[in-house]
C-alpha cells in the first residue's frame, strides 16, 4: 500500500442506480480531477471553493462520457485529511466503470479495502475505535447496534480512555517523582494515597471493561446453541427465532442431522444461533455424526436453549443431556416446549437443574416475549445507557482493558507491598500502553491492517 499514493474508488454500492459517487483522495486529487471534469461554469477544480458542489461533464480521451456534480474537501478538512474529490455520476455499471477507468488513466490508483478510513486514522482524523464503530454502522441490522455504533463513533469509547490515561500519566509520574529524587520527596503524594489513586482508576477501568458483556451481546452477538432429544421442537424454536423455514420439521426423528447457523436479533441481543441434531444413542452413522457436532457446539456456545417436551414426561436421554450441558460453561436457558399440549413433564425436575427456565409453545408462538425479556436481562445491563455511555463493542478492546488491568492490579499490590517504587511504575506504564491499543497510540500494524481488511473498497 502505497500511502501517499492518490486513490480512488467507487464509494456507492456496485450496481444500477440513479447515481453513483466516486471518491479520490491523496495530494493530486485536484489535479486528477480537473483532468476529468470540466465545470460548466468554466473555472477549474483548482479554482473552485472547497465544500461547494458544481455541475459539469465527465470526460475520458476528450469525449464526454457522462455529465454529474464534484464537490472538493481540502486537507485537513475532509475525511480522510487529505485533499479530497468525490464526484457524483449517473449509476449504470458500464458507465460508472468508464468514469473510474478516467480517472485511474489520469493518475489515481485503485484504493484498497477500507484505505479510506485508514488514512482517517493515520491522519489523526479518528481514533482506532471510532475507525471500528465506522466498520460496524456499515453492518448494523438494528437499532441498538445502530446506536452503539454511532456512539463509539462520536469518540464516547475514545474521550473514556483518555480520561483513565491522563490519570495514570499523572500517577506514573507521582511514582518516578519518588523514584529519582528520594531525599527531596518531590512527590505529592504519599505511598498510601498513590495506592488509593491506583484503585480508584482500577474501579473505572473494571467499569468500563464490564461494559463488553453488553456491547458483545449486542455487536458481535451471543454463540447460542440450541440442544435437546430429538422431536423436542429445537428446530420449530430454531425457526420461530429466525423468522422463516430455515430448518426442516416433521414428526420425524432425526430430522436435523447437521449444524444449521443464523444470525438474528432477539430483542436488543444478537444471537449467532446454532440449531444441532437430537442428542441421543443411534447407530445411524450419519446421525451420529451430527449428535458429536451437537455435543462439540456445547463445548464452544456462550449461551444454551436446553429444550424439553412439556408433553412427554422426562426418560434417560433427557437426563443424559442435562448431565452434557452441567459440564459446559455457558450460561443455560431450560425451555419447556410444547405448552399448547397437556403438561405431563416433571416441571420439579427442570427447576432444581436449571436457574433459568422458560415455559413456551414455538408452535403458536406462547411466550416467546418472556425469552426475548430473560436473554435481554442476562445480557444487556440496564445501568448503562447505550445512547450515552461509553461501551466496548468488540474483543479486541476488551482484551487491551484486561491487560491494562492486569499490570494495574501489580502496580497496586507493589505499591500495598511497599516495593521499590520503579516496580509500580513499570507496570503502570504497561497498563497505559495497553490501553492506549484500543484508540491505536500503540497498536501493531499487523491489527491495524486486519482492521481495515474487513473494510469494503471505497470506504
Do not use: W
Amino acid at each position: 500500500m502505497g500511502f501517499y499514493d492518490t486513490i480512488a474508488a467507487l464509494s456507492s454500492p456496485v450496481g444500477k442506480g440513479g447515481v453513483a459517487v466516486i471518491r479520490i483522495s491523496g495530494s493530486e486529487a485536484f489535479e486528477i480531477a480537473e483532468r476529468v471534469f470540466k465545470t460548466a461554469s468554466g473555472k477549474t477544480v483548482i479554482e473552485l471553493k472547497p465544500n461547494m458542489m458544481v455541475y459539469g461533464s465527465i470526460v475520458s480521451d476528450g469525449r464526454v462520457i457522462d455529465d454529474g456534480l464534484l464537490v472538493k474537501f481540502a486537507s485537513p478538512r475532509s475525511f480522510t485529511g487529505e485533499d479530497t474529490v468525490e464526484i457524483n455520476c449517473h449509476g449504470g455499471m458500464f458507465v460508472t466503470q468508464k468514469v473510474l477507468s478516467a480517472i485511474f488513466a489520469a493518475g489515481a490508483r485503485p484504493a484498497e479495502a477500507g484505505e479510506f478510513t485508514r488514512r482517517a486514522f493515520v491522519n489523526g482524523k479518528l481514533a482506532l475505535s471510532q475507525a471500528e464503530a465506522l466498520g460496524t454502522l456499515l453492518e448494523a441490522k438494528n437499532d441498538e447496534q445502530l446506536t452503539l455504533a454511532r456512539g463509539a463513533m462520536s469518540g464516547k469509547i475514545k474521550n473514556a480512555c483518555d480520561g483513565i490515561y491522563k490519570k495514570l500519566t499523572a500517577l506514573v509520574a507521582q511514582v518516578y517523582a519518588r523514584v529519582d529524587y528520594p531525599e527531596e520527596d518531590l512527590a505529592d503524594m504519599t505511598s498510601e494515597e498513590m495506592a488509593t489513586e491506583a484503585r480508584e482508576i482500577i474501579s473505572e477501568l473494571e467499569a468500563l471493561r464490564d461494559t463488553y458483556r453488553t456491547g458483545h451481546a449486542v455487536m458481535e452477538g451471543v454463540k447460542t446453541v440450541i440442544c435437546g432429544k430429538p422431536n423436542v421442537g429445537k428446530s420449530s424454536i430454531y425457526n420461530l427465532l429466525v423468522g422463516y423455514d430455515a430448518a426442516i420439521v416433521t414428526e420425524i426423528e432425526g430430522t436435523t442431522r447437521d449444524l444449521l447457523t443464523e444470525t438474528v436479533s432477539l430483542g436488543r441481543v444478537t444471537l449467532r444461533l446454532v440449531d444441532t441434531a437430537g442428542i441421543r444413542a443411534t447407530d445411524d452413522r450419519v446421525e451420529s455424526i451430527g449428535v458429536e457436532r451437537a455435543k462439540r457446539s456445547l463445548a464452544d456456545a456462550e449461551l444454551i436453549l436446553a429444550v424439553f417436551d412439556n408433553s412427554r414426561e422426562l426418560d434417560d436421554e433427557d437426563f443424559e443431556i442435562m448431565d452434557e450441558i452441567k459440564q459446559q460453561n455457558a450460561t443455560k436457558i431450560a425451555i419447556i416446549n410444547k405448552n399448547d399440549e397437556n403438561s405431563i413433564i416433571s416441571e420439579r425436575v427442570i427447576f432444581e437443574n436449571f436457574e433459568h427456565v422458560v415455559k413456551i409453545s414455538a408452535k403458536n408462538e406462547y411466550n416467546v416475549s418472556e425469552l426475548k425479556g430473560l436473554v435481554e436481562s442476562l445480557y444487556i445491563n440496564e445501568r448503562i445507557d447505550v445512547s450515552r455511555d461509553a461501551i466496548l463493542i468488540n474483543a479486541r478492546q476488551n482484551a487491551s482493558l484486561e491487560i491494562a488491568l492486569k499490570h494495574l492490579r501489580l502496580a497496586l499490590d507493589a505499591l500495598d507491598m511497599g516495593l521499590p517504587p520503579d516496580l509500580a511504575g513499570v507496570d503502570i506504564e504497561l497498563s497505559m500502553g495497553h490501553l492506549s491499543e484500543i484508540d491505536g497510540r500503540e497498536v501493531g500494524e499487523d491489527v491495524v491492517s486486519e482492521i481495515f481488511s474487513h473494510f469494503c473498497v471505497g470506504k
